[in-house]
Structure formats: C-alpha cells, structure tokens
T-cell receptor
Framework: EPEVTQTPSHQVTQMGQEVILRCVPISNHLYFYWYRQILGQKVEFLVSFYNNEISEKSEIFDDQFSVERPDGSNFTLKIRSTKLEDSAMYFC???????????FGPGTRLTVT | AQSVTQLDSHVSVSEGTPVLLRCNYSSSYSPSLFWYVQHPNKGLQLLLKYTSAATLVKGINGFEAEFKKSETSFHLTKPSAHMSDAAEYFCVVSDNAGNNRKLIWGLGTSLAVNP
C-alpha cells in the first residue's frame, strides 16, 4: 500500500540554523500539507500546496518558513533560522484531487537547542 | 469557522469494556469529519471518516462513529476495548470552504486500557 514517507525521523539543530524537512507524498496525490504538533498540544495546520504553489498558510507560517516541490516526488519544508519554539513534531500529508482524507507520514521530530 | 472540541482529555477503560470518546464540532459548511489515532512514537493513522454519506461510519479495528447533526457530535465508539487500543485519538474537521480542505484538530483524548 502506498504511503507518505518523511526524513529524517529526528533532527537536532542549534538555534539560528537552517533545517530542511523532507517528505515524499503518495505518487498520484495532488494536494500536500505540513502540520506540526508541539509536545502536549494539538496538531496545527501550517501550509497547503497545490499546483506548485502555496494555496493556504496559517499565521504560524511566517517568513522563516518556506515549502518547495523541487522535483516530481519530494516536498520539503525549510525553516531558515530555527527558534527554540520551533521544536515540534512535523507531519507531512497528501491528498488525492477529489479525496477527502489526508494521508500522513510518520513525522519528523525537530529539536532546537 | 470550523472547530472541534474533544470533551475528555483522558479516558480509562478496562479491557473488554466499551469505549466512548466524545467529540463536538462547529462548522459553517457541511462538514467532513475524521478520527485519527496516534500510537506512542508513531504517526497519525486514519480510523474513519464521515463525508456526507451514511451517518454511522465504520472504521478500522472495530471502531465506529455516528454523525449527529442535531447534536453537532461525532462520538467514537468501540464495543470491546483491546489493550492495543491504548493511544491518543484525535477528532478532526475538514475546512471544506474551497479545495484546500485543511484539517482542524481537537486537542486529543488519551485512551488507557487496563487489564
């Protein structure tokens, strides 16, 4: 069964450093998402991406964040200058064009020290 | 605007007894509703979904949920809990305004299953 994959599973970085979180969505899906879950808090929407552009972003997704689909398979989230409060589990998800459900990857745990 | 309220942050049941996890939603549009489960140190797995078809929805692992528009509820049930059901459960509503369908999450309910 096709699945969403994410790498790395755990990333430790120092404050101020850039990180890139990688995702490979399911191959025939057209909508892509990033969510994050700070420890002990709810899952929060960050951004959605369709047709090679951001279709919606939350107020969390400020200028420090960017997303890219550099080729036909990868979908990346970049944080330019990490802050302590960026420490969270980051989930990538994808959805078919007409489907309702989003399929999630296993997540990347980002720890900013 | 859409929102979800999970009425219990923790639920504890004995193995073999019924499970009830409560969820109320608010939506300006005809909602799509989901339950996701997250086992410790694992990702988010879809348990079941409601998308305006049958109001009683069956999911994986014996779980089901009933959409009640009059009560704006989407409670998750299982007749008999198993030890492997211990996990975090999230009630989720989809923002169906437009095609993005971002998901709006409840705070989660932690289910403990006692032997």
């Amino acid at each position: 069964e096709p699945e969403v994959t994410q790498t790395p599973s755990h990333q430790v970085t120092q404050m101020g450093q850039e990180v890139i979180l990688r995702c490979v969505p399911i191959s025939n899906h057209l909508y892509f998402y990033w969510y994050r879950q700070i420890l002990g808090q709810k899952v929060e929407f960050l951004v959605s991406f369709y047709n090679n552009e951001i279709s919606e972003k939350s107020e969390i997704f400020d200028d420090q964040f960017s997303v890219e689909r550099p080729d036909g398979s990868n979908f990346t989230l970049k944080i330019r200058s990490t802050k302590l409060e960026d420490s969270a589990m980051y989930f990538c998800a994808s959805r078919q064009d007409r489907g309702h459900e989003q399929y999630f990857g296993p997540g990347t745990r980002l720890t900013v020290t | 605007a859409q929102s979800v309220t999970q009425l219990d942050s923790h639920v504890s049941v004995s193995e073999g007894t019924p499970v009830l996890l409560r969820c109320n939603y608010s939506s300006s549009y005809s909602p799509s509703l989901f339950w996701y489960v997250q086992h410790p140190n694992k990702g988010l797995q879809l348990l079941l979904k409601y998308t305006s078809a049958a109001t009683l929805v069956k999911g994986i692992n014996g779980f089901e949920a009933e959409f009640k528009k009059s009560e704006t509820s989407f409670h998750l049930t299982k007749p008999s809990a198993h030890m492997s059901d211990a996990a975090e459960y999230f009630c989720v509503v989809s923002d169906n305004a437009g095609n993005n369908r971002k998901l709006i999450w409840g705070l989660g309910t932690s289910l403990a299953v006692n032997p």
